[in-house]
């Protein structure tokens, strides 16, 4: 039987012919190669294209970022008026980090009044860690604000109750030591009345001059009286010559009697404030202003900076003797032991104890964000007189940030270049050989 010729399908789909197809021809080729050129003929618009892409994503994720870091920040402000004192002083920790690390100006000039008053309630109904976190958070934002009417509103708002604080004695001391601190900042940041800045001097000096007539206090007393010290020394840094005039004739002659306290840090305290009363006396009266007990002065300061007394501990005779070479040298000669200070592709020289006392307040408050401050605040450039802020791209910043390997490189060289050193004053023991 002959085998059945199956029907080939001529046609498409549903048996509809197809339609004649021409012979591929050399003028489409010519077309299709034009085509395939044409969308890679331009590489830069590509590239500008990719950019400006690139460049829109990276403003979004910024601003949505931003939006949600001010939600939170809004979250720690209105967490400060929890009825948990946990809830409040994990807000008041969420401020202060984001106050020493950021720049906010505009985002705390619209809640400035909110944070006063959270600020304000925290000092009156909180406890002692609560009450000292609020005291740092105080002196950031008068930091942000920088020297202005809302920065200058903020301090007298607060003035009162850190004034109540400082000078009531049931109050913890650490309490007392944190408003002495932050009564000074403010004061050093937003005072424009030499009214108020005299008050406020006025303040500390009745909690530190008690130590001029005892000089065996306990150790809590003292560290309050170091604290109201160091934080009135930090104002004489802004006096003017009519008021410096007047403390010289107060204090000038009764601080030396504080070089001899038990306490090592307050004779520590003491002979800075004697070296920066010194630095300031020369510079408003003359280069070759003199103690009337020089003599006595520099002899003390002496028998300080080489002190080998047993019955102090090591490392205070160290620190010690370290720090009155240095007011020795200012006492007597009016020299200063410069220092440099590095914050990206900036440094800054301290060459003054008005400038050291100045630094060491901000370094102590802002902690790891003195280096962001000193880079991008203005009032704090202004403060150390650096200019206005460096406009630095993020290729620059890259480019100035050293690398992990060369700060390990530098750190094993100045490792071993310090061995090598203390080798040198370390005692050589004699080679006795071995014996059987």
């Not at 059945?4 to 549903?14: E, Q, T, V």
């Not at 309050?224 to 006096?239: E, M, N, P, R």
């Not at 100045?358 to 401050?373: D, N, P, Q, V």
Request: hydrophobic letters at 35%; one cysteine or more; aromatic letters at 8%.
């Amino acid at each position: 039987m002959p085998r059945s010729k199956k029907r080939i399908n001529k046609g498409g789909a549903g048996g509809k012919p197809l339609r004649a197809q021409q012979p591929f021809s050399d003028e489409d080729a010519s077309i299709e190669s034009m085509s395939h050129c044409s969308s890679f003929s331009d590489p830069t618009s590509l590239a500008d294209d990719c950019t400006e892409t690139d460049q829109t994503v990276e403003d979004l994720d910024e601003e949505a970022s931003q939006e949600d870091y001010d939600y939170r920040l809004r979250g720690f402000i209105d967490s400060t008026l929890d009825k948990s004192a946990k809830v409040r002083i994990s807000a008041l920790e969420g401020l202060k980090s984001a106050f020493s690390s950021k720049l906010l100006y505009d985002f705390i000039l619209e809640r400035r009044v909110t944070l006063t008053d959270s600020i304000e309630r925290c000092l009156k109904k909180g406890k002692s860690e609560e009450q000292c976190i609020a005291t740092q958070v105080a002196s950031l934002l008068c930091i942000q604000l920088g020297s202005s009417i809302e920065s200058e509103e903020v301090f007298k708002s607060l003035r009162p109750i850190f004034k109540t604080i400082l000078t009531d004695k049931s109050v913890c001391v650490q309490t007392r030591k944190a408003c002495a601190t932050s009564l000074a900042i403010c004061c050093y940041v937003a005072a424009d009345d030499i009214e108020d800045l005299h008050l406020t001097i006025t303040y500390l000096e009745s909690i530190f001059t008690t130590s001029y007539q005892d000089k065996t206090i306990g150790v809590q007393t003292a560290s309050l009286d170091i604290s109201a010290l160091v934080a009135w020394t930090l104002l004489l840094t802004i006096c003017p010559p009519s008021l410096m005039k007047k403390i010289f004739e107060t204090h000038l002659a009764k601080l030396p009697c504080l070089l001899s306290c038990g306490n090592v840090d307050m004779r520590i305290a003491a002979g800075e404030t004697m070296a920066l009363l010194f630095e300031l006396a020369r510079d408003i009266y003359d280069q070759d202003f003199e103690f009337n007990d020089m003599e006595l002065l520099c002899c003390k300061l002496k028998g300080l900076a080489t002190d080998s007394n047993k019955y102090r501990a090591k490392t205070d005779r160290k620190k010690q003797r370290s720090v009155f070479r240095d007011v020795l040298k200012t006492v007597e000669d009016g020299d200063f032991d410069p220092e440099t200070i590095t914050f990206g592709p900036e440094c800054m020289y301290i060459d003054s104890w008005v400038k050291k006392r100045t630094y060491e307040t901000f370094k102590e408050l802002l902690a790891s964000g003195i280096r962001f401050h000193l880079q991008a605040n203005e009032f704090v450039r202004s403060v150390f007189e650096l200019g206005p802020p460096l406009l630095l791209d993020a290729a620059t910043l890259k480019a100035n940030k050293t690398s992990r390997v060369e700060r390990h490189l530098y750190n094993s060289a100045v490792s071993k270049a310090r061995t090598k050193a203390r080798n040198k004053f370390r005692d050589k023991r004699a080679d006795i050989g071995e014996y059987f």
